[in-house]
């Protein structure tokens, strides 16, 4: 497996049979846990730094045989290392608030999140979890402070 292919499917777990994307949040959930303890300059050079390996690997990868394939889960890792960058989770409460609402933004859509899956690639692919983060982070706001 080329590095691409093994960033690009979350070290892996985008290949599981059922749910591929909840298990490729998993390995970003709990290394978004890790650095909450860190600086919020560390949480976002990190969460550029794979920024850059998202783009990279899928533009390596390219072209892909659907416009959103399943195993692709580093879109969701992407959107959960940004999600650490504005709400740092503090307790395991949080991070498995975090989860749960993310994965139910990230299956719901809800708008602009739908709208963002029509961008050019590979962006498109991107965006609609970045919305899926920010309306996580805005219920965790809510929920926790």
């Known amino acids: 497996m080329t590095w691409a292919r093994l960033w690009a499917s979350g070290f892996g777990t985008g290949y599981l049979p059922f749910a591929p994307a909840t ?8 290394i978004a846990y890790l650095l909450s303890n860190t600086s919020v300059a560390i ?3 990190w969460t550029l730094l794979t920024l850059g390996l998202y783009y990279l690997s899928i533009k390596r990868l390219a072209p892909l045989p659907s416009r959103d394939p399943h ?7 992407q959107a959960v290392f940004l999600l650490s960058c504005l709400y740092p989770f503090s307790s395991l409460t949080e991070t498995m608030a975090a989860f749960f609402l993310f994965r139910f ?3 719901v859509k809800l708008w602009p999140a739908d709208q963002a899956e029509y961008l ?3 962006w498109g692919i991107l965006v609609d979890d970045i919305v899926a983060a920010l309306y996580t982070w805005a219920c965790l706001w809510l929920i926790f402070s």
């Open 120 to 122: 050019s690639f590979p």
């Open 71 to 77: 195993w692709v889960v580093s879109d969701e890792m």
């Open 23 to 30: 298990w490729g949040t998993l390995p970003a959930l709990g």
């Open 105 to 107: 933004w990230d299956i």
């Open 43 to 45: 949480r976002w050079a």
